[in-house]
Nanobody, 122 residues
Framework: QVQLVESGGGLVQTGGSLRLSCAGS????????MGWFRQAPGKEREFVGT????????YYADSVKGRFTISRDNVKSTVYLQMNSLKSEDTAVYYC???????????????WGQGTKVTVSS
């Protein structure tokens, strides 16, 4: 089993930047592809991006492509989400998740963190 804990959320102005972290513990972190998802109030959870086990490949939702970057440090068992040029529509609770396969589908992910809230204000 993998335990995931997100951190780094908060309040930021439009156009600003924020970096989220997700620390993993338990079974081998490097055995899992890692994904980031978000859920805005009144909306369904949506895919943000994912990174391969090795960190060699990433894939992003069109809505964040070019603004968000996922990276990971398997020595530290941590995955990061660097968010730049933030917009009000990026306001949501952000979740990291672990999967045995590289996927954009929430159903493919076996373990989830508790979420960290990001609010982008104008």
């Amino acid at each position: 089993q993998v335990q995931l804990v997100e951190s780094g959320g908060g309040l930021v102005q439009t156009g600003g930047s924020l970096r989220l972290s997700c620390a993993g513990s338990g079974r081998s972190f490097s055995s899992y592809a890692m994904g980031w998802f978000r859920q805005a109030p009144g909306k369904e959870r949506e895919f943000v991006g994912t990174i391969r086990r090795s960190g060699a490949g990433t894939y992003y939702a069109d809505s964040v492509k070019g603004r968000f970057t996922i990276s990971r440090d398997n020595v530290k068992s941590t995955v990061y989400l660097q968010m730049n040029s933030l917009k009000s529509e990026d306001t949501a609770v952000y979740y990291c998740a672990a999967a045995t396969m590289y996927s954009s589908s929430p159903g493919s992910y076996d373990y989830w963190g508790q979420g960290t809230k990001v609010t982008v204000s104008s």
